[in-house]
């Protein structure tokens, strides 16, 4: 057996809203669609994000509306700042950031129509010695 790929799929209520979020800020093709799934990618043959209403047919036991909590959905980019620039001329506002991380990233958060926190980072060279606390013991001390 092989495993073939992985992807978040979320149960979200504004899946038109939540898909052009995606869509516009990210630059994310929609890979497939219908009125109760969307499946986006950044690669041309690759899901990295699945969106689903409630209603939709295959639904498992469980999975509920997400009200976005509990979650953080990551994107990893070359230029955070950049992003964050063409987040804010878009109107997109951040909840979190942008801010240099002690512990070696770049970040903002942002957070799309139906309530998922996405954690957008760049991973830069962690303050000098930042580190050291967590080396070599597994507990952290």
């Excluded at 869509?23 to 929609?30: A, E, L, N, P, Y």
């Excluded at 957070?111 to 930042?130: F, K, M, N, T």
Aim: net charge negative; glycine share 8%.
């Amino acid at each position: 057996m092989t495993v073939q790929d992985t992807y978040p799929l979320f149960t979200v209520s504004l899946l038109t809203e939540s898909r052009d979020f995606f869509v516009k800020h990210f630059g994310m093709q929609v890979l497939f669609e219908a009125n109760w799934v969307v499946m986006l990618s950044l690669a041309e043959d690759r899901i990295c994000l699945g969106l689903m209403t409630a209603e939709h047919p295959s639904r498992p036991p469980g999975p509920e509306v997400f009200t976005g909590e509990g979650a953080i959905f990551t994107v990893q980019t070359n230029d955070a700042a950049a992003l964050h620039a063409r987040f804010a001329e878009q109107g997109a506002l951040a909840t979190y950031g942008p801010t240099v991380e002690p512990w070696g990233q770049r970040r903002f958060m942002v957070q799309d129509p139906s309530g998922l926190l996405v954690d957008v980072v760049e991973q830069i060279e962690p303050a000098a010695g930042w580190w050291d606390q967590y080396v070599g013991s597994s507990t952290g001390r």
